[in-house]
Protein backbone atom coordinates (compact mmCIF):
# COMPACT_ATOMS: atom_id res chain seq x y z
CA UNK A 1 0.00 0.00 0.00
CA UNK A 2 2.63 2.47 0.35
CA UNK A 3 4.35 1.97 -2.07
CA UNK A 4 1.60 2.76 -4.39
CA UNK A 5 0.84 6.09 -2.26
CA UNK A 6 4.39 7.14 -2.86
CA UNK A 7 3.94 6.66 -6.52
CA UNK A 8 0.35 8.46 -6.59
CA UNK A 9 2.06 11.51 -4.72
CA UNK A 10 5.26 11.35 -7.18
CA UNK A 11 2.89 11.49 -9.87
CA UNK A 12 0.85 14.60 -8.52
CA UNK A 13 4.36 16.43 -7.59
CA UNK A 14 4.75 15.69 -11.54
CA UNK A 15 1.52 17.14 -12.82
CA UNK A 16 1.45 20.39 -10.69
CA UNK A 17 5.13 20.94 -12.35
CA UNK A 18 3.75 20.51 -15.33
CA UNK A 19 0.86 22.59 -14.69
CA UNK A 20 3.28 25.72 -13.59
CA UNK A 21 2.10 25.24 -9.98
CA UNK A 22 5.22 23.84 -8.04
CA UNK A 23 8.85 25.25 -9.22
CA UNK A 24 11.97 23.80 -8.88
CA UNK A 25 12.11 22.48 -4.29
CA UNK A 26 9.14 24.75 -3.76
CA UNK A 27 5.80 23.03 -2.34
CA UNK A 28 4.89 19.67 -0.68
CA UNK A 29 2.56 17.31 -1.64
CA UNK A 30 0.88 14.44 0.85
CA UNK A 31 -1.78 11.61 0.67
CA UNK A 32 -3.06 10.01 3.61
CA UNK A 33 -3.96 6.41 3.94
CA UNK A 34 -5.27 4.88 7.52
CA UNK A 35 -2.65 5.94 10.21
CA UNK A 36 -0.22 6.81 7.38
CA UNK A 37 0.82 9.49 5.81
CA UNK A 38 3.10 9.85 2.07
CA UNK A 39 4.67 13.31 1.43
CA UNK A 40 7.52 15.05 -0.74
CA UNK A 41 10.49 14.88 0.72
CA UNK A 42 12.53 18.16 1.78
CA UNK A 43 14.67 19.57 -1.11
CA UNK A 44 13.14 16.98 -3.96
CA UNK A 45 13.12 18.51 -7.45
CA UNK A 46 9.24 18.34 -7.72
CA UNK A 47 9.04 18.01 -11.26
CA UNK A 48 10.57 15.21 -11.34
CA UNK A 49 9.75 13.82 -8.18
CA UNK A 50 10.02 9.84 -8.17
CA UNK A 51 8.41 7.19 -5.05
CA UNK A 52 12.31 7.31 -3.80
CA UNK A 53 11.60 10.81 -3.06
CA UNK A 54 8.65 10.46 -0.93
CA UNK A 55 8.60 9.53 2.45
CA UNK A 56 5.92 7.86 5.06
CA UNK A 57 5.77 9.35 8.51
CA UNK A 58 3.25 8.32 10.55
CA UNK A 59 0.26 11.00 12.00
CA UNK A 60 3.07 11.96 15.19
CA UNK A 61 5.90 12.19 12.00
CA UNK A 62 7.74 9.62 12.65
CA UNK A 63 9.56 8.43 9.67
CA UNK A 64 8.14 4.61 8.69
CA UNK A 65 9.57 4.41 5.25
CA UNK A 66 11.91 6.21 2.91
CA UNK A 67 15.63 7.19 3.18
CA UNK A 68 15.26 11.27 2.86
CA UNK A 69 13.68 13.88 5.79
CA UNK A 70 9.86 14.75 4.82
CA UNK A 71 9.14 18.53 3.76
CA UNK A 72 9.83 21.23 6.17
CA UNK A 73 6.10 22.19 5.81
CA UNK A 74 5.60 18.55 7.91
CA UNK A 75 3.34 20.00 10.84
CA UNK A 76 1.27 21.90 8.08
CA UNK A 77 0.33 18.63 6.70
CA UNK A 78 -0.45 16.30 9.73
CA UNK A 79 -2.35 19.55 11.35
CA UNK A 80 -4.89 19.44 8.34
CA UNK A 81 -5.35 15.51 8.74
CA UNK A 82 -5.62 15.91 12.49
CA UNK A 83 -8.47 19.04 12.09
CA UNK A 84 -10.61 16.51 9.57
CA UNK A 85 -11.25 13.78 6.90
CA UNK A 86 -8.69 15.32 4.27
CA UNK A 87 -6.99 12.78 2.58
CA UNK A 88 -4.58 14.73 1.00
CA UNK A 89 -2.88 18.44 0.85
CA UNK A 90 -1.35 19.99 -1.80
CA UNK A 91 0.99 23.12 -0.92
CA UNK A 92 2.17 25.31 -3.71
CA UNK A 93 3.94 28.80 -4.79
CA UNK A 94 2.01 29.24 -7.72
CA UNK A 95 2.64 32.78 -9.49
CA UNK A 96 -0.83 33.81 -9.56
CA UNK A 97 -2.23 32.64 -6.23
CA UNK A 98 1.09 33.80 -4.60
CA UNK A 99 0.66 37.08 -6.21
CA UNK A 100 -3.00 37.49 -4.74
CA UNK A 101 -1.68 36.68 -1.17
CA UNK A 102 0.81 39.51 -1.45
CA UNK A 103 -2.01 41.82 -1.79
CA UNK A 104 -5.38 40.85 -0.81
CA UNK A 105 -6.65 39.94 2.78
CA UNK A 106 -9.20 36.77 0.98
CA UNK A 107 -9.86 36.20 -2.66
CA UNK A 108 -13.47 37.51 -3.23
CA UNK A 109 -16.32 35.31 -5.36
CA UNK A 110 -15.94 36.54 -8.45
CA UNK A 111 -16.95 33.35 -10.59
CA UNK A 112 -19.50 30.78 -8.97
CA UNK A 113 -17.01 27.74 -9.58
CA UNK A 114 -15.01 29.43 -6.65
CA UNK A 115 -18.11 27.71 -4.55
CA UNK A 116 -16.31 24.59 -5.54
CA UNK A 117 -13.89 25.79 -2.73
CA UNK A 118 -15.77 26.52 -0.32
CA UNK A 119 -16.56 30.92 -1.25
CA UNK A 120 -14.23 33.45 -0.69
CA UNK A 121 -10.89 31.99 -0.09
CA UNK A 122 -9.11 33.37 3.45
CA UNK A 123 -5.36 34.69 3.36
CA UNK A 124 -3.85 33.53 6.31
CA UNK A 125 -1.34 35.74 8.11
CA UNK A 126 2.51 35.64 7.32
CA UNK A 127 4.70 33.52 9.56
CA UNK A 128 7.95 32.02 8.40
CA UNK A 129 8.04 28.77 6.56
CA UNK A 130 7.86 25.33 8.04
CA UNK A 131 6.97 26.87 11.44
CA UNK A 132 4.26 25.97 13.78
CA UNK A 133 2.71 29.11 14.05
CA UNK A 134 2.33 29.00 10.10
CA UNK A 135 0.65 25.89 10.44
CA UNK A 136 -1.74 27.05 12.63
CA UNK A 137 -2.46 30.30 10.92
CA UNK A 138 -3.30 27.73 7.12
CA UNK A 139 -5.09 25.36 9.98
CA UNK A 140 -7.35 28.26 10.78
CA UNK A 141 -7.98 29.79 7.33
CA UNK A 142 -8.91 26.22 5.98
CA UNK A 143 -11.55 25.98 8.05
CA UNK A 144 -15.01 25.43 5.97
CA UNK A 145 -13.03 25.61 2.94
CA UNK A 146 -10.88 23.49 0.25
CA UNK A 147 -8.83 25.87 0.09
CA UNK A 148 -6.36 28.73 1.74
CA UNK A 149 -3.96 31.32 0.29
CA UNK A 150 -0.80 32.07 2.70
CA UNK A 151 0.12 35.62 2.73
CA UNK A 152 3.26 36.45 0.62
CA UNK A 153 4.01 32.60 0.21
CA UNK A 154 1.72 30.42 -1.59
CA UNK A 155 -1.73 28.02 -1.03
CA UNK A 156 -2.77 25.20 0.71
CA UNK A 157 -5.76 23.36 -0.96
CA UNK A 158 -6.90 19.83 0.21
CA UNK A 159 -9.31 17.30 -0.51
CA UNK A 160 -11.70 13.70 -0.40
CA UNK A 161 -8.47 12.10 -2.30
CA UNK A 162 -5.21 13.46 -3.87
CA UNK A 163 -6.93 14.01 -7.27
CA UNK A 164 -9.43 15.97 -5.97
CA UNK A 165 -6.66 18.16 -3.92
CA UNK A 166 -4.79 18.75 -6.88
CA UNK A 167 -7.87 19.83 -8.77
CA UNK A 168 -8.31 22.34 -6.14
CA UNK A 169 -5.01 23.52 -7.00
CA UNK A 170 -5.03 24.06 -10.49
CA UNK A 171 -9.15 25.77 -10.01
CA UNK A 172 -7.57 28.09 -7.12
CA UNK A 173 -4.89 29.37 -9.52
CA UNK A 174 -7.13 29.80 -12.07
CA UNK A 175 -9.67 31.93 -9.86
CA UNK A 176 -6.46 33.98 -9.06
CA UNK A 177 -5.49 34.46 -12.27
CA UNK A 178 -8.85 35.46 -13.19
CA UNK A 179 -9.28 37.60 -10.57
CA UNK A 180 -5.93 39.31 -11.67
CA UNK A 181 -7.20 39.50 -15.21
CA UNK A 182 -10.16 41.15 -13.92
CA UNK A 183 -8.69 43.88 -11.66
CA UNK A 184 -6.50 45.29 -14.69
CA UNK A 185 -9.47 46.10 -16.44
CA UNK A 186 -11.73 47.88 -13.58
CA UNK A 187 -12.94 46.55 -10.31
CA UNK A 188 -14.69 43.02 -10.45
CA UNK A 189 -18.32 42.96 -9.74
CA UNK A 190 -18.33 40.31 -7.16
CA UNK A 191 -21.14 37.90 -6.75
CA UNK A 192 -23.42 38.95 -3.40
CA UNK A 193 -24.47 36.09 -0.75
CA UNK A 194 -27.75 35.28 -2.50
CA UNK A 195 -26.23 35.10 -5.99
CA UNK A 196 -23.86 32.46 -4.28
CA UNK A 197 -26.95 30.59 -2.68
CA UNK A 198 -28.77 30.73 -5.98
CA UNK A 199 -25.50 28.52 -7.79
CA UNK A 200 -25.49 26.09 -4.69
CA UNK A 201 -29.16 25.52 -4.93
CA UNK A 202 -29.26 25.27 -8.96
CA UNK A 203 -26.12 23.14 -8.44
CA UNK A 204 -27.82 20.44 -6.12
CA UNK A 205 -31.09 20.38 -8.13
CA UNK A 206 -28.91 19.91 -10.91
CA UNK A 207 -26.20 17.42 -10.18
CA UNK A 208 -23.82 20.19 -11.38
CA UNK A 209 -20.29 18.67 -12.07
CA UNK A 210 -21.24 14.95 -12.21
CA UNK A 211 -21.94 12.56 -15.47
CA UNK A 212 -25.25 12.59 -16.48
CA UNK A 213 -27.00 9.86 -18.21
CA UNK A 214 -29.66 10.41 -20.72
Known amino acids: MTDALRAEVAAASRRLAEAGLLVGTAGNVSARAGDLVAITATGVALGTCSPSDVTVVSLDGAVVTGTLAPTSELALHLGVYADGPSAAVVHTHAPFATAVACVLDA???LHYQQLALGGEVRVAPYATFGSVALAGHVRAALHGRSAALLANHGSVTVGASLDAAVENALLLEWL?????????????RVLTEEQQLDVIHAALARGYGTPQEI
Open 107 to 109: LPV
Open 176 to 188: CQLHHRASALGTP
